[in-house]
């Protein structure tokens, strides 16, 4: 998956995750042969759960 659609899925922006990356708060992405972050399913799961403990309702 893309940057792009792992973030609609979560629901934040892109540069969001990029940030969370940056900073260590989720692992960083794999990168495919042109340098484009390229993630998978426990990728999204990450990504996800830190979503959900930062912004629970």
Known sequence: ????EVAEIVGI???TIVRWEKVGKVKKA???WRGWRVYDEE???GI???HETV???
């Open 13 to 15: 922006s892109p540069k």
């Open 30 to 32: 794999k990168r495919d």
């Open 55 to 57: 912004f629970e309702i």
């Open 1 to 4: 998956m893309t940057i792009t």
């Open 48 to 50: 996800k759960l830190f």
């Open 43 to 45: 990728d999204l799961h």
